[in-house]
């Protein structure tokens, strides 16, 4: 399976989303105990990519504020990336609530 590499501009660190989903495929699926590590891991990662990324572009945001940038055109990089990788993590995080409550509604 091949990963579609990032949108981006030049050569830019790959964000949170691609992060996730580079370390869940790493992760050997037979391996019930190192796979359920390996997945915890996994958004271990990618929640301090994000993380990493937002710092960054707060630093970055300061900087346009106070005119020490610049070049507009990496803060307007680097918030696009963390809004993606933030969307992202919520759209993952509302997946995971709802099957959380489907499997909770199931009858035994």
Known sequence: M????????GATAPNAA????????ATPAADTASSSNGFGNAIDNALDSLQASQT???GLARDAATGKL??????????????LGMQLTVA???KAVESFNEIMRMQV
Not at 2 to 9: A, D, E, H, N, S
Not at 18 to 25: E, G, M, N, S
Not at 70 to 83: F, G, M, R
């Open 18 to 25: 691609t992060t996730a989903v580079r370390a869940a495929q």
């Open 2 to 9: 091949t990963l579609i590499p990032p949108v981006g501009v």
């Open 92 to 94: 993952v995080r509302n």
């Open 70 to 83: 610049k070049n507009i055109e990496d803060y307007l990089i680097s918030a696009t990336d963390t809004q």
């Open 56 to 58: 960054k572009t707060d």
